[in-house]
């Protein structure tokens, strides 16, 4: 129905910034909202930000709000690819990160627990 591959992982300084992208494919049926979360080892996946596919709708996670963005190419009808602009990053943000699609309508998808078509996730590692 819907397939997810994230990019543009990598290590960066603490203080640096890195811009995450998630590929979106998806068949007969656009997802509501498409997610990030983060899995550091020993942790639990943690939600990040969600955005609706139609308009501008976004929601952060205390932890990232003013240092992540996330968007989608808003010249296009409809989301092929979102993105996760992570700036002032700091050790503490080390993790595999992950985009996920969900399909439960709008506002809900926003904080829906129900995310689950995901990608194979892309490692960030921040150094001190």
């Known amino acids: 129905q819907v397939q997810l591959e994230e990019s543009g992982g990598g290590s960066v300084q603490s203080g640096g910034s890195l811009n995450l992208s998630c590929s979106v494919t998806?068949?007969?049926?656009?997802?509501?909202?498409i997610g990030w979360f983060r899995q550091a080892p020993g942790q639990q996946r943690e939600v990040m930000a969600t955005?609706?596919?139609?308009?501008?709708?976004?929601?952060?996670?205390d932890s990232v709000k003013g240092r992540f963005t996330v968007y989608q190419d808003s010249a296009r009808n409809t989301v092929n690819a979102v993105y996760l602009q992570m700036s002032s990053l700091k050790p503490e943000d080390t993790a595999m990160y992950y985009c996920?699609?969900?399909?439960?309508?709008?506002?809900?998808?926003?904080?829906?627990?129900?995310?689950?078509?995901w990608g194979q996730g892309t490692q960030v590692t921040v150094s001190s």
């Open positions: 998806w068949y007969t049926y656009e997802p509501s909202c």
């Open positions: 996920a699609a969900d399909y439960t309508p709008f506002p809900l998808c926003l904080t829906s627990k129900n995310y689950d078509h």
């Open positions: 955005k609706y596919t139609r308009n501008v709708d976004t929601w952060y996670a």
